[in-house]
């Protein structure tokens, strides 16, 4: 299995990304990396490292795409950024994969220029994986991608992400819409129209109706589908909102001597409910329905969320995701006024 990074994603590139791929590649012999970037810079930080140089190979790109890029001057002006350049890899199959912390709108863009859609999607969706309860995840789609949806685009979603789920977790998913109550009625004309056609649809999913917002973190659902404006709210805020807890208990532990002692015997409890809620075990998010198996992580990913992205990237690949949603998406969908 051959990945293709991009070296200079990161807000701290290409650091990260270097050792993320170094540890990545210790970790699993079957894989090789293609690291994308400016060689004289990637050379300059990796060569005083320890890294299986036969599976390491460093591809020159001389563009930087940078995070307050505009999408739609990228496309335009750095074709050479190594955004383009490790997409072109998996385009002409010299990767299987690509994983990038670098704008999401341009490997969004990108992605949809070189490599295209899947057959049967209208458009590709952001899906993340939220923990729950249980100490699995939920899929959340569509995270941002798409901030106007239509109904035929939500059922798409549903179909997307229950290829994704299974193919990730070897697990028939339930799915869900996100709605404002789980009564039948509620919830506007476009998520009702998606919701009859969902319950008329046979696959290889469960649909179980509506979710509300303090479901999702339940295990009610596994698939849980909106449209991106909502999707992109709740990942922000959900990154957000454990940070602040932490900040809120740290604060007044320090304000009583007797809490100080109880938060030294809790350590190891709040240690792993801090992995359990950090985005950074799966490494990023999954562009579904592109032509190609792409990982979008956050800019201020570490070398372990590189390096559980690549692990991410490799066990999509080798489960067949693409072929997956293609298959999961060839049912007929009714038209829609919506």
Do not use: C, W
Request: aromatic content about 6%.
């Amino acid at each position: 299995m051959r990945i293709a990074l991009d070296g200079f994603g990161t807000d701290k590139a290409p650091v990260p990304e270097i050792k993320g791929a170094i540890s990545a590649l210790k970790e699993r012999e079957d894989i090789e990396i293609l690291l994308v970037g400016d060689e004289y810079e990637i050379k300059k930080h990796i060569r005083d490292l320890d890294y299986p140089k036969e599976r390491l190979k460093i591809v020159h790109a001389e563009q930087i795409v940078h995070h307050d890029d505009k999408p739609s001057d990228v496309i335009r002006t750095k074709k050479n950024s190594s955004i383009a350049v490790g997409l072109n890899l998996v385009k002409n199959k010299e990767a299987d994969a690509f994983v990038s912390a670098g704008n999401t709108g341009a490997v969004m863009a990108f992605s949809l220029m070189i490599l295209g859609r899947i057959r049967g999607v209208s458009r590709p969706a952001i899906g993340a994986l939220f923990p729950n309860v249980d100490g699995g995840r939920n899929l959340l789609l569509d995270m941002g991608a798409n901030i106007f949806v239509s109904s035929r685009l939500l059922v798409e979603f549903a179909l997307m992400g229950s290829a994704f789920y299974t193919a990730m977790f070897n697990k028939r998913p339930k799915v869900a819409l996100l709605s404002v109550g789980e009564e039948e009625a509620k919830g506007g004309d476009i998520i009702l129209s998606a919701r009859k056609v969902l319950e008329s649809l046979k696959g290889n999913f469960d649909f179980i109706g509506y979710v509300e917002g303090h479901e999702i973190l339940q295990t009610k659902a596994d698939v849980i589908v909106m449209d991106g404006f909502v999707g992109n709210v709740l990942l922000k805020f959900g990154e957000s909102v454990l940070e602040v807890i932490l900040e809120f208990l740290k604060s007044e532990v320090k304000k009583n001597p007797r809490a100080l002692l109880g938060a030294v015997l809790m350590r190891p409890a709040f240690k792993e409910v801090k992995k359990k809620a950090d985005f950074e075990e799966y490494g990023g998010a999954p562009l579904i329905g592109i032509n190609g198996v792409v990982i979008i992580s956050h800019g201020r990913s570490s070398s372990k969320a590189i390096h559980n992205a690549i692990l991410v990237a490799d066990t999509l690949r080798k489960r067949g995701l693409l072929d997956r949603i293609e298959d999961y998406l060839n049912v007929q969908i009714p038209s829609f006024t919506n």
